[in-house]
């Protein structure tokens, strides 16, 4: 085995492991649940672990290696899911107390496929509540591993810091105005925030139907390529999802970026962000120029009045999504989502047709640019984790400045796939995030691009010290 630490290795790493009968499933999946035990008082992580059944999972996947059937290279690697997924008779809360007793009869489809696959589910990861901006004060705060008072990207922070922490070997997100990203980039891994419709979102708690996307996170693209192929595709439970076939990611990753066309606008990327984030970005479109990539020079719009659109939107869609539970339980809601949801309730039909106007024009606009282009690059959001307080999560709701969410919700209104991937270390040991934004269905060409970058540069290498 090489050097680095077993819970710090990649699902890739794990698998040849795995497979080669080097490391068995029973063992690694007991590492990780020792890991988690030692570190996750400490780290909050974990909203339900599941350590029997990750257990008796384990075993069957040895039994099955050891026989000659594999699976592929999900096979024995231990997993988790943010606890908005389904799972069948283990309560699934959303990070929200009127959920605390809510134990569904079925599996979501991303679980199921993470079970064909022959992953282990060592549990359910913490988040905000209803996947929003704060959480409910009778739950935990996930703790970023890099630094104890920095955000750790919201709503998706369970995520983020129980892959960032190597307390799974990978996880599951979601994201309607960053939550993949934000997470992502705040704990220094990598997030793949598909084409919308390409993963099925049925046994998923919605937060706004028009704009939640499940997707993994890992530590390495390729990681992150293996478990999106694992869980894409067209579900009959679920209308929404997108029938077109899905590209073998993994496959074609190695392939190289030459000839692939880059846009990058410097004033999208520069205004109002730190300057070390900024520049790691721009030495990175460097670094990818170096690497054969054509890079074209874009102009985006103002993106600032389109993404003040999206509260409306998202607001009023989570009332929808909360009909049986709000405004009849209002009351056993946390301040921070009862007063999202109160101001969902206050949008009128015009209120949500002009927000939808603004949204459709942002997407005709990013429509255009991706005319001459085949990835747009920019950063992940627009400054390392801020210093944050458990009373600013689990107070009032605060708004947001628009400039916020700049490099998230345009790709959320449009549904385009998005990867963000760790570009740097800031002075203050914080990490920094780089993202890359493709066409419709061409996750695939994200991947190459993120795994060539990761193959030529050593952040994802570097780990919080814990």
């Known amino acids: 085995m090489s050097g680095t630490p077993l819970h710090y290795k990649s699902i890739t790493e794990l698998a040849e492991l795995l497979l080669s009968k080097q490391l068995s499933p029973v063992e690694l999946t007991t590492a990780l649940l020792e890991r988690i035990d030692q570190l996750d008082d400490q780290l909050k992580s974990y909203a339900t672990l599941m350590s029997d059944s990750a257990l008796t999972a384990a075993q069957q996947a040895e039994k099955e290696i050891s026989s000659g059937v594999y699976r592929g290279p999900l096979h024995g690697i231990p997993i988790a899911v943010k606890d908005l997924c389904f799972t069948k008779g283990i309560r699934t809360m959303g990070g929200a107390k009127v959920l605390a007793d809510h134990i569904p009869d079925y599996d979501s489809t991303v679980g199921k496929k993470l079970n064909d696959a022959g992953a282990v589910l060592l549990g359910k990861l913490n988040l905000t509540e209803g996947a929003m ?6 739950f935990d705060i996930p703790i970023n591993p890099w630094k104890e008072n920095r955000w750790t990207g919201s709503s998706s922070s369970g995520s983020g810091v129980a892959t960032a922490a190597g307390l799974c070997a990978g996880s599951i997100g979601s994201d309607t105005g960053g939550s993949i990203r934000f997470p992502a980039a705040a704990c220094g891994i990598v997030g793949l925030k598909p084409t919308w419709g390409r993963v099925s979102r ?3 708690l919605p937060l706004a139907e028009s ?11 390729k990681d992150a390529a293996a478990m999106l192929q694992a869980i894409a595709g067209y579900d009959t439970n679920d209308p929404t999802s997108l029938p077109e076939p899905v590209t073998a990611i993994v496959d074609g990753i190695e392939n190289g970026i030459k000839g692939i066309k880059i846009g990058f606008d410097e004033h999208y990327t520069t205004k109002d962000v730190d300057d070390e984030l900024a520049k790691a970005v721009q030495a990175g479109v460097i670094l990818l120029q170096e690497l054969g990539a054509e890079i074209i020079e874009v102009h985006l719009p103002d993106m600032d009045e389109f ?4 509260p409306t939107l998202c607001s009023a869609e989570a009332v929808a999504a909360h009909a049986r539970t709000y405004p009849s339980r209002r009351d056993e809601y946390g301040p921070w989502f009862q007063g999202w949801l109160d101001m969902g309730a206050r949008v009128t039909g015009a209120d949500y047709a002009e927000a939808n106007k603004l949204r459709n024009e942002c997407t005709g606009h990013l429509r255009n ?8 690059v920019c950063p992940s959001m627009a400054a390392p984790p801020h210093e944050v307080t458990p009373e600013q999560l689990y107070g009032p709701k605060e708004t947001r400045p628009a400039w916020f969410q700049r490099f998230t919700v345009p790709f959320d209104y449009n549904g385009a796939p998005t990867l963000s991937v760790p570009c740097g270390m800031k002075s203050d040991e914080l990490p920094l995030s780089i993202q890359f934004v493709g066409k419709h269905f061409e996750e695939h060409v994200l991947c190459q ?8 540069t050593q952040w994802h290498h570097i780990h919080p010290e814990l």
């Open 449 to 456: 691009i993120g795994n060539a970058y990761q193959s030529a």
């Open 307 to 310: 993404v003040l659109a999206w």
């Open 211 to 221: 704009l939640d996307h499940v997707g993994p996170m890992t530590r390495t693209v």
């Open 202 to 204: 049925y046994g998923v």
């Open 369 to 376: 640019i991706f005319q001459n282009i085949d990835v747009l």
């Open 133 to 138: 901006g704060g959480y409910h004060p009778e």
